[in-house]
Nanobody, 115 residues
C-alpha cells in the first residue's frame, strides 16, 4: 500500500520561511519523479516545483529563487524549502510522486501567509 504524507505547513508572516516534508512508503522511491503542487480556494491545482528521479528540477516562475525542492532517497523523503513567503503563496500544498503511468498524492498541508 502506497502512502504519501505531508507535514510542515502552518501560519507564517510575510517574508518568513517554512519547510514542508513528505514521506512516501510502499514504492521504489528512487525511481519516482517528485512534485509539489498547491491549490488555493477557487484556483486550479498548480505545479510549484518538481524533481526528476535523476535530480533535475523545475520551478513555477513565481517561486523561482525562493523555493527549493530536494529529496533524500535513503529516507524516502521529499522537501520543499520555502523562503520569502508572500500572502499569495497561501494554499494547500500537496506532494505527488509518479513513475510512468503510476502516480500518488498526499492529503496536503495548509500553508497560510498572513500578518
Amino acid at each position: 500500500q502506497v502512502q504519501v504524507v505531508e507535514s510542515g505547513g502552518g501560519l507564517v508572516q510575510p517574508g518568513g520561511s517554512l519547510r514542508l516534508s513528505c514521506v512516501v512508503s510502499g514504492i521504489r522511491f528512487s525511481f519516482y519523479d517528485l512534485g509539489w503542487y498547491r491549490q488555493a480556494p477557487g484556483n486550479k491545482r498548480e505545479l510549484v516545483a518538481s524533481m526528476s528521479s535523476g535530480g533535475s528540477t523545475n520551478y513555477e516562475d513565481s517561486v523561482k529563487g525562493r523555493f527549493t525542492i530536494s529529496r533524500d532517497n535513503a529516507k524516502n523523503m521529499v522537501y520543499l524549502q520555502m523562503n520569502s513567503l508572500k500572502p499569495e503563496d497561501t494554499a494547500v500544498y500537496l506532494c505527488n510522486v509518479k513513475y510512468s503511468f503510476l502516480g500518488y498524492w498526499g492529503q496536503g498541508t495548509q500553508v497560510t501567509v498572513s500578518s
